[in-house]
């Protein structure tokens, strides 16, 4: 386990969420692992919900991941039971300076929400201040979150797909995860052009 401990660089100690999908009243969720989590359940206790507003939060593009056709439908039955919002916090743990995300170093935590208003705007803040889209997205591609990659989140679905794949697919899969395929593209593009 010592080993891996180099490839963590900011993890989720606490999880709030409130009015958003089937959590119509503000629920904590804490004791992550920085290592390991399993989220159990009933089917129909709300354990994809828990997954969706992680992807809420980290700023999913695609709402389909999140299983909803628009942001109105990630607020508790859609606005309707007088619920008109929906706020998803993360409070990461920044303890590792080395690895922190840049400008935010002097912090041991970092709180990040995201809200929805039915009819609104999307709020972004970290540790309670105002902050923009594009500086949350940075701050998280820095430390390497990026949650509009394909491979970010593997739905059950996809699954036995990737476990029939050739080799030559997974290795295709793991380049386009961890962005090298991103990378060689730009480089081949670049090479054409010189």
């Known amino acids: 386990?010592?080993?891996?401990?180099?490839?963590?660089?900011?993890?989720?100690?606490?999880l709030v969420i409130?009015?958003?999908?089937?959590y119509c009243q503000r629920t904590e969720i804490d004791?992550?692992?920085?290592?390991?989590?399993?989220?159990?359940?009933?089917?129909?206790?709300?354990?994809?919900?828990?997954?969706?507003?992680?992807?809420f939060l980290l700023g999913i593009t695609n709402l389909s991941h999140v299983r909803a056709a628009?942001?109105?439908?990630?607020?508790?039955?859609?606005?309707?039971a007088g619920i008109n919002k929906a706020t998803v916090s993360a409070v990461f743990?920044?303890?590792?300076?080395?690895?922190?995300?840049?400008?935010y170093e002097?912090?041991?935590?970092?709180?990040?929400?995201?809200?929805i208003v039915v009819g609104g705007r999307n709020k972004y803040l970290i540790n309670g201040t105002n902050a923009t889209t594009t500086r949350v997205h940075d701050l998280f591609h820095s430390v390497q979150l990026n949650v509009n990659n394909p491979h970010f989140l593997i739905m059950q679905g996809r699954i036995t797909k990737i476990l029939n794949m050739k080799p030559p697919e997974i290795l295709s899969l793991l380049?386009?995860?961890?962005?090298?395929?991103?990378?060689?593209?730009?480089?081949?593009?670049?090479?054409?052009?010189?």
Do not use: W
């Open 1 to 14: 386990l010592e080993y891996y401990r180099d490839f963590f660089i900011m993890y989720i100690k606490s």
């Open 18 to 22: 409130d009015g958003f999908k089937s």
């Open 31 to 55: 004791g992550f692992d920085p290592q390991f989590n399993a989220i159990t359940g009933l089917n129909g206790s709300g354990k994809s919900n828990i997954l969706d507003a992680i992807c």
């Open 70 to 80: 628009n942001l109105h439908e990630l607020v508790y039955k859609c606005g309707q």
């Open 93 to 103: 743990d920044n303890v590792d300076k080395s690895q922190s995300p840049y400008g």
């Open 106 to 115: 002097q912090f041991d935590e970092l709180t990040i929400t995201k809200q």
């Open 175 to 194: 380049e386009e995860a961890a962005s090298t395929k991103l990378y060689e593209n730009k480089k081949d593009a670049a090479l054409k052009n010189y």
